[in-house]
Every structure is written in C-alpha cells, then in structure tokens.
Antibody, heavy 121, light 108 residues
Framework: QVQLQESGPGLVKPSGTLSLTCAVS?????????WSWVRQPPGKGLEWIGE???????NYNPSLKSRVTISVDKSKNQFSLKLSSVTAADTAVYYC??????????????WGKGTTVTVSS | SSELTQDPAVSVALGQTVRITCQGD??????ASWYQQKPGQAPVLVIY???NRPSGIPDRFSGSSSGNTASLTITGAQAEDEADYYC???????????FGGGTKLTVL
C-alpha cells in the first residue's frame, strides 16, 4: 500500500527557508489524488498548509500563501514544501498526506510519520 | 481562527457512548472526515464521507451529519480511544482544506 516519508533538515535558522520532501512509495504520485502538507506546532492542533496535484495545480492556506511553495517531481515520485522567511512560530511537526477529493468527499487517508522542524539560531 | 469548531475537551465513562461534534458552514457542502491522534503519533483517519470507516477501524466508530454539524460517535468507548480527535473538510470555497481545533477525549 502507499506509504509516505518526510525528509529534510530538522533545524532552520530564523529568516531562512524550510525545505521538506515527501517520498511516495507503493503507488504513483500521478494517481488521482492531491498531495498535502499539514503541520502541528508543539501542543497545538493541526494546520493545513497546502496541496498539489500531479499536474502541478496547487492550493495554499491563505495565511501562509505568500511564503509557501509546493512542487512535485514525478520522475522521483515525490513532492516538496518550501516555506520562506521562517520564524519561531513555524516550529512544528510537518506531515505529508494523501488527500482524496471526490465531489462531497474530502479526506486524507495516508499520512507520513511526520518530521520535526525547529526554527532557531 | 478555524472555520470548523470543536469542543476542546470531552470525557466519557469506559464502555459508554460519546459524541464529538464539529460545526462549520462548509459542512453543508462537504462531508467531514475525522482523525484520531495519540501522543507522538501521526493522525489516523477513522471516518470519512457519509459514514465510512477505513479498513482496520473498529465499528464502534461512526459518523453522521446534519446541516452545518458533523458528529463522530464512539459506541462503547474503550481505554485505547483516549486521544485527540480532529475534524477536517474543505472550506466554503472548496479551494483549501481546513481542520477543526481538535477535541481531547478522556476515557474515565
């Protein structure tokens, strides 16, 4: 079955750019799914960051849109997140997930284990 | 602020039934999905659509919806059900995802 694995630096300096990759295994990133990023600051709830379709179409959280870029690499079967101008408020566990969007249905049925990113000098 | 509203905390006696609710205008257009998250773990999908359970989710979990409110019901709560529960849907425009603030379930 499909599995997702996040990777990237665990420590990013303030004002720098957070870069994470999600490797998709057991299935094709070109399938009819949206590939998503979700984050969770320490002790807080889940926050939807954005999503990408294999065609390259993207949707972003308006509160992060000016700083977020999500891209897809079909040759490597992976997708990536870049978040610029980070501050301590961006410290969180970052998850990638597969989202199904079909009519009235929307759900994330496969999740990565998550990766902790700390913003600190 | 979240476009989906959940009670921050709910408790239930072992073996009893508990309902966790999620309110939001977008729920008139999209079904909510529900996720269970235990400390230090990734969220797990427990209910999606009208009332669908992924493989491996016990049948004591069920979902329902009415107007702008979606509900997750656990019938005969077990100790292992103690966790945070999040609802999720699209926003009213359909262009982005949104989560509720989460409900901490305590099984007494």
């Amino acid at each position: 079955q499909v599995q997702l694995q996040e990777s990237g630096p665990g420590l990013v300096k303030p004002s720098g750019t957070l870069s994470l990759t999600c490797a998709v295994s057991g299935g094709s990133i070109s399938s009819s799914n949206w590939w998503s990023w979700v984050r969770q600051p320490p002790g807080k709830g889940l926050e939807w960051i954005g999503e990408i379709y294999h065609s390259g179409s993207t949707n972003y959280n308006p509160s992060l849109k000016s700083r977020v870029t999500i891209s897809v690499d079909k040759s490597k079967n992976q997708f990536s997140l870049k978040l610029s101008s980070v501050t301590a408020a961006d410290t969180a566990v970052y998850y990638c997930a597969r989202a199904r969007v079909m009519g009235y249905y929307y759900y994330m049925d496969v999740w990565g284990k998550g990766t902790t990113v700390t913003v600190s000098s | 602020s979240s476009e989906l509203t959940q009670d921050p905390a709910v408790s239930v006696a072992l073996g009893q039934t508990v309902r966790i609710t999620c309110q939001g205008d977008s729920l008139r257009s999209y079904y909510a999905s529900w996720y269970q998250q235990k400390p230090g773990q990734a969220p797990v999908l427990v209910i999606y659509g009208k009332n669908n359970r992924p493989s491996g989710i016990p049948d004591r979990f069920s979902g329902s919806s009415s107007g702008n409110t979606a509900s997750l019901t656990i019938t005969g709560a077990q100790a292992e059900d103690e966790a945070d529960y999040y609802c999720n849907s699209r926003d009213s425009s359909g262009n982005r995802g949104v989560f509720g603030g989460g409900t901490k379930l305590t099984v007494l």
